[in-house]
T-cell receptor, first 116, second 111 residues
Framework: NAGVTQTPKFRVLKTGQSMTLLCAQDMNHEYMYWYRQDPGMGLRLIHYSVGEGTTAKGEVPDGYNVSRLKKQNFLLGLESAAPSQTSVYFC???????????????FGDGTRLSIL | GQNIDQPTEMTATEGAIVQINCTYQTSGFNGLFWYQQHAGEAPTFLSYNVLDGLEEKGRFSSFLSRSKGYSYLLLKELQMKDSASYLCAVRVRSNDYKLSFGAGTTVTVRA
């Protein structure tokens, strides 16, 4: 019963380095999301995907790229890490349903990323 | 964008009741969710409201008034394990089910 799995769980980077965060879900969900969570600011949407091969920008997309080559995987890339990207990153997925569906987003355990 | 407000912190005693308020201003409301998040863990779904009124789930209840842009989460018979952050999230009317989150309310339960 894995649900949403994020790797890695922790990472420390130097400014300017690049890396990719992986999100995998085994629930056959259509929709997937990447958020960042910072103290006092709540969860902010970075990018999201409504299906395999599609991606779209969220509220804070600058400095990040994403790919959804397979339905179960959603990758978040940092092209050139900056200290302002130090945060906890959460991936979430959701089943497609009627527009008033009560289907919630299911979250992974998060990736704690520090940029020095 | 969406404007979602909730108190930063609340403290209550074990066995008591706590009410967490959430006010929102959105363009095209399509449902409100409450999530619980323990420190260092993932948010987990608690409740969903799309129509006015009260939804009850055991010790937790959630209320919605769409005309007032207002919701609350009521936690009854508080237990120590209820110490956590509670996130209010609003879904806007769109095809992508995006959520806008409030900053969260940290509830501390004291013995």
């Amino acid at each position: 019963n894995a649900g949403v799995t994020q790797t890695p769980k922790f990472r420390v980077l130097k400014t300017g380095q690049s890396m990719t965060l992986l999100c995998a879900q085994d629930m056959n969900h259509e929709y997937m999301y990447w958020y960042r969570q910072d103290p006092g600011m709540g969860l902010r949407l970075i990018h999201y995907s409504v299906g395999e091969g599609t991606t779209a920008k969220g509220e804070v997309p600058d400095g990040y790229n994403v790919s959804r080559l397979k339905k179960q995987n959603f990758l978040l890339g940092l092209e050139s890490a900056a200290p302002s990207q130090t945060s906890v990153y959460f991936c979430a997925s959701q089943l497609q349903g009627p527009i008033l569906s009560n289907q919630p987003q299911h979250f992974g355990d998060g990736t704690r990323l520090s940029i020095l | 964008g969406q404007n979602i407000d909730q108190p930063t912190e609340m403290t209550a005693t074990e066995g008591a009741i706590v009410q967490i308020n959430c006010t929102y201003q959105t363009s095209g409301f399509n449902g409100l969710f409450w999530y619980q998040q323990h420190a260092g863990e993932a948010p987990t779904f608690l409740s969903y409201n799309v129509l006015d009124g009260l939804e009850e789930k055991g010790r937790f209840s959630s209320f919605l008034s769409r005309s007032k842009g207002y919701s609350y989460l009521l936690l009854k018979e508080l237990q120590m394990k209820d110490s956590a952050s509670y996130l209010c999230a609003v879904r806007v009317r769109s095809n992508d089910y995006k959520l806008s989150f409030g900053a969260g309310t940290t509830v501390t339960v004291r013995a």
